[in-house]
């Protein structure tokens, strides 16, 4: 029969058993340091992905948002710590998606600025994945309001092409309309708008000819215009191409007044387009016309935007500059989770920036008032 005694017979002495207890509450607070540490840090931590064209042809769009995004990046609070992440679609609607889940899924980002085409396919999966996006350069009417998780920062469809198709038919006495317009979810949505307001008040609209994003021979849309003899054409693209559309109008007999969106007042634009974009008339958001006047907050980010790249903002920049300050106050505000920063920004009513006082509407659209000018040699002034 084996003599089995315990290892420890003894009962442990006072001194042991102290120095027990005070290891272990070293350790204890040591592990809370280390994780209540790592926990505030994470907490203060802000991932925004943004997909945004940066080549092919909308590649302008794209790195004019970038520009006015990496100036905002640099005035950030000292006690948010930003990660910017972005994703190049090419100015393809079918990568949109594809970009979102690398940002969602790999690098983690809690809220996502997405810019132009493709936007809508992303709607369902912000809500499924719980992160904010903030539509940017995207005029389509039906983006916001369709669940709590999405919001829209740019002009709309229904208030831009309806300011212009008033401003035709009351101060330029236009009664027949042709509508020459890119096919995709924007053009689709201004020529939706632009044609019902101007049935509206009277005027028709006798022609519609689309083309593809892609396109820089318009001469076919052109002749169709041609025949239908309007004595106005609403002309709805963006890209550098769309320089040729005013052109090959006028070269095929076009004698029609031109008019048209912010997206064409760009100079690269106006320069190419030269003597054929004279006299056309063009909606735009007031801040973008007088870059000496508008909010303290336009004035400094005009003077940042040139002490970088030597030149003036021109539109686009504005919001990619306001999209990322938007999203940076409501985390600091509300925090950096994603279910406080959409209800920071969901309550951000009368925020001073650099497109003027923004608040934010309860179907998650911010708009603004829209203006008319008009391209006198190459240059925008006020019609009389």
Not at 138 to 145: H, K, L, Q, S, T
Request: proline content about 4%; overall charge positive; charged content about 15%.
């Amino acid at each position: 029969m084996y003599n089995y005694k315990p290892y420890l017979t003894k009962r442990p002495n006072k001194l042991w058993a102290i120095s027990i207890a005070i290891a272990t509450i070293i350790s204890a607070f040591g592990l809370s340091y280390v994780f209540g540490r790592h926990q505030k840090t994470a907490a203060n931590h802000l991932c925004v992905g943004v997909i945004l064209p940066l080549t092919g042809n909308s590649a302008y769009i794209g790195q004019s948002i970038k520009n006015g995004m990496d100036i905002a990046g640099t005035d950030v609070n000292q006690n948010l710590s930003l990660q910017l992440e972005y994703s190049d679609t090419g100015g393809e609607a079918a990568r949109v998606v594809t970009a979102y889940q690398s940002l969602v899924n790999v690098k983690n980002c809690q809220s996502i600025i997405a810019v132009q085409e493709g936007v809508k396919a992303l709607i369902p999966l912000a809500a499924k994945d719980q992160r904010v996006l903030l539509a940017t350069s995207v005029p389509d009417n039906n983006i916001a309001g369709q669940n709590p998780w999405v919001f829209r920062f740019f002009v709309s469809a229904k208030s831009d092409a309806g300011t212009m198709a008033e401003y035709a038919v009351n101060k330029l006495n236009k009664r027949k309309a042709a509508i020459i317009y890119v096919n995709n979810s924007t053009g689709i949505s201004y020529r939706d708008s632009f044609a019902q307001k101007f049935s509206q008040l009277g005027g028709n609209v006798i022609e519609t000819q689309a083309f593809n994003p892609d396109d820089v021979d318009f001469r076919a849309q052109a002749l169709k215009i041609k025949l239908a003899a309007p004595d106005a054409v609403y002309i709805v693209g963006y890209g550098k191409s769309i320089a040729n559309i005013p052109i090959q109008l006028r070269e095929a007999g076009v004698t029609a007044t031109f008019l048209s969106m912010g997206t064409i007042s760009q100079p690269e634009i106006l320069q190419a387009a030269g003597e054929a974009a004279n006299g056309l008339y063009y909606t735009t958001a007031e801040f973008a016309t007088d870059l000496n006047a508008g909010t303290p907050e336009l004035k400094q980010f005009v003077a940042a935007y040139r002490t970088r790249f030597g030149t003036n903002p021109v539109f686009f920049e504005f919001f990619g500059y306001d999209s990322l300050r938007l999203l940076l106050l409501a985390a600091n505000r509300g925090g950096t989770e994603a279910e406080k920063l959409k209800e920071g920004l969901a309550n951000l009513a009368n925020v001073p920036l650099a497109v003027g006082n923004v608040s934010v509407g309860k179907d998650g659209n911010v708009e603004f008032p829209i203006v008319v000018r008009k391209i006198v040699d190459g240059k925008w002034t006020t019609p009389q």
